[in-house]
T-cell receptor, first 110, second 116 residues
Framework: KNEVEQSPQNLTAQEGEFITINCSYS?????LHWLQQHPGGGIVSLFM???GKKKHGRLIATINIQEKHSSLHITASHPRDSAVYIC????????????FGKGTKLSVKP | DAGITQSPRHKVTETGTPVTLRCHQT?????MYWYRQDPGHGLRLIHY???????DKGEVSDGYSVSRSKTEDFLLTLESATSSQTSVYFC???????????????FGSGTRLTVV
């Protein structure tokens, strides 16, 4: 069983829809990251969470440490949000290396 | 203003040849990581460094070695390339394992390596 599971694997939405991507993990963590990978391949860090909720523009990330679950929400989705969204955790006691989920491929249609 | 650059961006090499990938940072970050990305897998850790001359193995380290002789450079070497090492390789840097910034991690643009 993977230590970091994301759902769904693929997601197609219409422009303007509210989108939720889920991440569950099985290890104790010190932080959880949400990353974005565009078709060109570059990876950008969106959020780092250790508790609660963070918001940046139309993106909202939440984490429930007790339930070992995090969600990434995109409000008023736009075609430029099309990308692969990756959840990654930093396990407690690690030297900072991340354990990655397999990613959620999001396609937003105009 | 990348702060982290990988070279080369693309490489095709023959089975059995040695290959070195370079990761260069201008952020003076302590931690550097090499990951590989393959279809059907999340990124997986190959090796990492927590300081000059301080390195350790990751999940998929067989067939790879690394060196860090100065803060800004982290080299990944495939001693004798095999087709199973065809992959996209990402370098990442982190200032501290106790990240204070919103992101905490910065990734290079990746190196696409093909072993034929």
């Amino acid at each position: 069983k993977n230590e970091v599971e994301q759902s769904p694997q693929n997601l197609t939405a219409q422009e303007g829809e509210f989108i939720t991507i889920n991440c569950s993990y099985s290890v104790g963590i010190s932080a959880l990251h949400w990353l974005q990978q565009h078709p060109g391949g570059g990876i950008v860090s969106l959020f780092m969470l250790s508790s609660g909720k963070k918001k940046h523009g139309r993106l909202i990330a939440t984490i429930n440490i007790q339930e070992k679950h995090s969600s990434l929400h995109i409000t008023a989705s736009h075609p430029r949000d099309s990308a692969v969204y990756i959840c990654a955790v930093r396990s407690r006691g690690s030297q900072g290396n991340l354990i990655f989920g397999k990613g959620t491929k999001l396609s937003v249609k105009p | 203003d990348a702060g982290i650059t990988q070279s080369p961006r693309h490489k095709v090499t023959e089975t059995g040849t040695p290959v070195t990938l370079r990761c260069h940072q201008t952020e003076n970050h302590r931690y550097m990581y090499w990951y590989r990305q393959d279809p059907g897998h999340g990124l997986r850790l190959i090796h990492y460094s927590y300081g000059v001359k301080d390195t350790d193995k990751g999940e998929v380290s067989d067939g790879y070695s690394v060196s860090r002789s100065k803060t800004e450079d982290f080299l990944l070497t495939l001693e004798s390339a095999t087709s199973s090492q065809t992959s996209v390789y990402f370098c990442a840097i982190s200032e501290s394992i106790w990240d204070r910034t919103n992101g905490g991690y910065t990734f290079g643009s990746g190196t696409r390596l093909t072993v034929v």
